[in-house]
């Protein structure tokens, strides 16, 4: 329906991918609207989102209010008189004030299998949680978070060593792709939405740096997934004499090393090994405030890690 008056509300790359998906689909949004310019990098420059910029090269208008509860704010929303609201990762809440302007309503691209992982951080979650798929949903937005109607889903399979990030471009991608094929079915009202289980909702709160910090009590199977979690942010890490050090990437080894957790059994070219709850957990690359990511080969090749007691 390329008569469809759009709008288009997201903020950073998962945003990205579903409004290039419209665009090259011929659905061009009357505007934009994401969050203000951020201060982002060493130099804390005011930095515009990946959204934003696409935005501005296509000549689309773009709007970065700071709240939507501003009545000015809705009343210029309003004045694009559209159809669709299309949301993805925008991260303002939508009052209801706004969530009734499109005639069609409001739909949200969310990074998860809903009523599963509700909320802010689906992708990690998923990682976190062991589970075996992640997916994408397209939703009927309503006032309470993510619990509207979905109207379809697609799963994929979680790779064994996949780390949030690569999981999600895919999800990023896949998002486009399921927007585009049941667009025009969404909007004639052609396709039903299905009420959510909230009986089995769960929650993905925000991430905070705390999250990311590994705790050597626990099994070596559960700082993997964290550590593939936190890829790329905000970075697994641990300390080591006080200094925090990032781990990219790690595996397990199974059995019991024998050793305190958090002490380190062995180091070399095949990585640093450190015993955990259970099992123990090989750091195959890290990286120290400042400098760049190296093995754990490499790392270990310039600082004495045997029996020394990361925390």
């Not at 550590?227 to 790329?232: D, G, I, K, L, S």
């Amino acid at each position: 329906m390329s008569d469809t008056r759009v709008l288009f509300a997201g903020t950073p790359e998962f945003a990205l991918a579903s409004l290039q998906a419209l665009t090259d689909a011929g659905i061009v949004p009357l505007a934009v609207l994401t969050q203000p310019d951020r201060p982002a990098g060493r130099g804390k420059r005011l930095t515009a989102s990946p959204v934003k910029q696409f935005a501005l090269d296509q000549g689309i208008d773009v709007l970065q209010p700071a709240t939507l509860k501003d009545p000015q704010v809705v009343a210029q929303i309003a004045a694009f008189e559209p159809d669709i609201l299309v949301v993805a990762a925008y991260g303002l809440i939508l009052p209801q004030s706004v969530l009734d302007i499109p005639s069609k309503g409001c739909l949200n691209v969310h990074a998860s299998l809903l009523p599963r992982w509700r909320g802010a951080s689906p992708i990690q979650a998923a990682i976190l949680a062991g589970d075996e798929e992640a997916g994408v949903s397209l939703m009927a937005m309503t006032a309470g978070l993510d619990c509207g109607p979905v109207y379809i889903e697609e799963a994929v399979a979680i790779g064994a060593e996949e780390t949030a990030g690569e999981l999600h471009d895919r999800l990023a991608a896949l998002g486009g792709e399921l927007l585009v094929r049941h667009f025009d079915a969404i909007v004639s009202d052609a396709l039903d939405a299905v009420e959510q289980d909230d009986s089995r909702a769960t929650y993905a709160g925000k991430i905070s740096k705390q999250d990311a910090r590994l705790d050597w009590q626990e099994p070596a199977e559960a700082l993997h997934r964290r550590v593939r979690a936190y890829n790329p942010v905000p970075g697994a890490f641990f300390l080591l004499d006080d200094t925090p050090i990032k781990c990219w990437r790690a595996g397990v080894v199974v059995g019991a090393p024998g050793t305190a957790a958090g002490e380190v059994v062995s180091a070399g070219r095949d990585g640093i090994v450190v015993a955990c709850g259970r099992d123990a957990l090989r750091l195959d690359s890290l990286q120290r405030p400042g400098k760049r990511p190296v093995t754990a080969g490499e790392f270990a090749a310039a600082v004495a890690m045997i029996g020394r007691r990361l925390s």
